[in-house]
């Protein structure tokens, strides 16, 4: 091909691809069936083969295996990476040519802290990204969350950041607030930079209020993550005292102690502290589009979801709870492999947020004041995982079947959803 273009780092085949044909002004399916062969085995779908693409292309095999994710060699650890493409940093991007460059990024990253700038979980693949000049606690809180990883490893760090964002997600839709300090006031000083009132329409996006939240998803991460810290959660009384005046430090709250209800740090210590770390509901490398032409993408009716949450956001005096909550990215931490499955995905968010029944049957306190009644495990829980676990933890085996591929999991009631493109190919299943 005339004009030669290096793939950028982690893109996935369809972008370079795409940005390869826009380039020389060619058809995709043309070029598509110049680098692929069939798979065989009667299936008559085609797969992508590095040595014609490095021969179309004109780029060195040994550059495309490092840089294009399909054709990564060796292969990486497919669950530290998203399932879902996503726009990088945009000013890293602005150098590659022939349109946007999808990447395929690794959890554990929120921020471009070269150009500081939010690139946030996936969600709208065209929403613009916010610069974080004025908020170098979140560039900061990357540089944290990188430290965290290198010390617990990927699987651990994975399932602490996500708790960190499901605890300030529910307390962001908290009413009361009463003193100074408490982290609800940051995040909604930071979703007035990020957000500011009045543009709701065209600025509201659910990754930026994972942005507002981030400094302090990292810090409870920091808690929930480290086994240390875990053992103390999972121990007796004054060891669950010991973790919960910690946490509540990290989130500006002033004598903090566990409750019943509306309290998803007692959810978490009561079930989840003892538990080894819940694992992302798919990758990218098991999905059978791997490989093919097409890819996850967000739902067709994703700008109308975000127009919705965005008039709530307004609406709701501007707390930005429930966005988050509902947003894929937290699925794997609101519904547990050993969560009571719920008929609904609003009662899995209730259930996130308070102690079991039994507990709550035995604590014997007026439902009316459940929410203000201490919770805390009168023994240490027994486990097996924190018994033998030694940092860095790998990640566990799946027990169950691996959930669907959507928005978030169907349960029981509730038709599987499908989110593959129309205008290329069909769904590959
Ligand atoms: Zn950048």
């Not at 979140?138 to 996500?162: E, S």
């Amino acid at each position: 091909m005339p004009i030669t273009v290096r793939p950028a780092g982690d893109e996935i085949a369809v972008s370079y691809l795409t940005r390869l044909a826009a380039l020389h002004e060619i058809p995709f399916d043309v070029l598509w069936a110049q680098v692929s062969r069939p798979r065989g085995n009667g299936n008559n779908t085609r797969r992508l083969d590095g040595d014609l693409l490095a021969c179309v292309a004109d780029q060195p095999r040994a550059r495309l295996d490092r840089a294009v994710v399909e054709l990564r060699d060796p292969e990486p650890d497919w669950l530290a990476l998203r399932h879902e493409p996503q726009r990088g940093c945009r000013r890293c991007d602005a150098r590659h040519p022939g349109g946007p460059v999808l990447r395929l990024l690794p959890h554990h990253t929120y921020v471009c802290t070269r150009h500081r700038i939010w690139i946030g979980p996936p969600d709208q693949t065209d929403h613009p990204q916010p610069g974080l000049d004025e908020l170098p606690e979140v560039v900061a809180a990357q540089h944290r969350h990188l430290r965290l990883l290198r010390r617990l490893g990927p699987a651990a760090t994975y399932d602490a950041v996500l708790t960190g964002f499901l605890i300030c997600a529910h307390r962001w839709n908290f009413t009361e607030i009463a003193y100074d300090g408490d982290a609800w006031l940051d995040w909604t000083r930071r979703a007035e930079l990020l957000v500011p009132p009045g543009t709701e329409t065209d600025t509201f996006s659910t990754s930026r209020l994972f942005a507002a939240t981030y400094p302090e998803a990292v810090a409870v991460a920091e808690l929930v993550g480290p086994l240390r810290w875990r053992r103390l959660a999972a121990g007796g009384p004054d060891d669950q005292r010991a973790f919960a005046a910690e946490i509540g430090r990290r989130l500006g709250l002033r004598d903090y102690q566990p409750t019943l209800t509306q309290d998803p740090i007692a959810h978490w210590i009561e079930q989840d502290c003892h538990q080894p770390p819940s694992l992302p509901n798919n990758d990218y490398r098991s999905l059978r589009t791997f490989g093919g032409t097409t890819f996850v993408k967000p739902a067709r009716d994703s700008d109308n979801k975000r127009h919705l949450a965005a008039y709530w956001f307004a609406q709701k005096h501007r707390r930005g709870g429930d966005a988050m909550l509902h947003h894929r990215a937290l699925n794997p931490v609101v519904i547990r492999d050993w969560s009571h499955k719920k008929e609904l995905f609003t009662g899995a968010l209730v259930t996130s947020l308070e102690t079991s029944f039994e507990t709550r049957r035995k604590a014997d306190v007026d439902a009316l004041v459940e929410h203000s009644s201490c919770y805390l495990r009168p023994e240490p829980v027994p486990s097996s995982y924190l018994d033998t676990a030694k940092e860095p933890v790998g990640w566990s085996l799946r027990t169950g079947p691996r959930p669907p591929v959507g928005a978030r999991p169907a349960l029981p009631g509730e038709r599987p959803k499908h989110f593959f493109p129309r205008n290329r190919l069909r769904p590959s299943n």
